[in-house]
């Protein structure tokens, strides 16, 4: 099987990469503006922007799967570019599915949309992927990522292809980008005199890179075909203070620490179903705790030092 991964680089793509070129008789064909050595025989990278129809025609090959992760993201990142996130993102996936339609032997796209997709006017918090999408603000420059997901969706089910939609929440592991939760309080707690810590009673529920790279490859089953599914762990729903809490205690952390509440049209409550994705697996799923995630990233961070 040839599969292609946009964005492959990245923490997720990273992972990901490394399981499929376990699979038997597998060639992985990875894209990214970022260079990294994945020091495989089987694994093949690009280094360009798929922004650039000319990188697509670089892969000498009739590809099988595509995971499209390449794509703008990071609150920071797109309330400062909103109008240039917005665009990149629509140009790359308009290019892979034009891309896609052109392979011969296509048997799926997956498409990484997120949990950002459900509305903070959703009052319970509950998401499941039946929900309707309503945009919150038309004014707001994060609503650029909200659009370019919501818009990617579309897209990628109008495509014709046979597809996969993955609704990611959360997830998080060593030697992730310190924009994303968990590696921030990390961070803030090792190299701020007085960290602060922004919305504490916003609830969350967090989603260990290995379990999430079980459910991409687990949806390369039959089942999942024209399917959108959540990719998120419900079993563990914490709010940012008693986070904060957490990975102190497991740092053995003596810092006196602030919060503060801000409005950035994050909703207080992000607690996914994940129905779904049980029945279309077949199997029963089991998680890494979130201590025993936590203790995992500790040892990242000392190992690393």
């Known amino acids: 099987m040839n599969f292609l991964i946009t964005g492959g680089s990245g923490f997720i793509g990273r992972s990901l990469v490394e399981k499929l070129s376990k699979i038997e008789n597998s060639k992985i064909y990875v894209i990214d503006k970022v260079f990294f050595n994945f020091n495989k025989r089987n694994v093949f990278f690009i ?47 308009r290019n892979i599915i034009k891309f896609s339609k ?18 903070i006017l959703n009052k319970t918090g509950k998401m499941s992927e039946n929900d309707n999408l309503i945009l919150p603000s038309i004014h707001h420059p994060r609503t650029s990522y909200w659009l370019s997901k919501i818009y990617g969706e579309f897209l990628t089910i109008r495509s014709g292809l046979p597809f996969t939609i993955f609704r ?12 994303h939760v968990i590696p921030s309080i990390f961070d803030k707690l090792k190299n701020k005199k007085n960290p602060l810590f922004e ?17 991409f490859i687990g949806a390369l089953k039959p089942t999942f075909k024209n399917q959108i599914v959540n990719i998120a762990n419900p079993s563990e729903e914490i709010k940012i203070k008693d986070l904060v809490k957490k990975i102190k205690k497991i740092l ?27 029945k279309l697996l077949k199997t029963k799923i089991k998680f890494t705790k979130l ?12 190992n690393k030092n």
């Open 47 to 93: 280094k360009g922007d798929i922004g650039n129809t000319n990188t697509l025609n670089k892969v000498k090959a009739n590809i099988n799967y595509i995971y499209h992760l390449a794509a703008n993201l990071g609150v920071k990142k797109i309330v400062k570019f909103p109008l240039e996130s917005l665009d990149n993102n629509l140009l790359t996936t």
């Open 102 to 119: 052109k392979q011969k032997k296509i048997k799926r796209i997956f498409f990484f949309s997120t949990s950002e997709v459900y509305s």
């Open 168 to 179: 990611v929440f959360n997830i998080y592991g060593p030697d992730m980008k310190t924009t």
């Open 199 to 215: 919305n504490p009673n916003h609830a969350r529920c967090f989603l260990y890179m290995d379990d999430a790279i079980k459910f």
């Open 252 to 278: 053995n952390n003596k810092k006196k620490i602030r919060y503060k509440n801000i409005k950035n049209l994050s909703i207080t409550r992000r607690m996914p179903n994940i129905l779904k994705i049980k």
């Open 291 to 302: 201590d025993q995630g936590l203790i995992l990233i500790k040892n990242y961070y000392e």
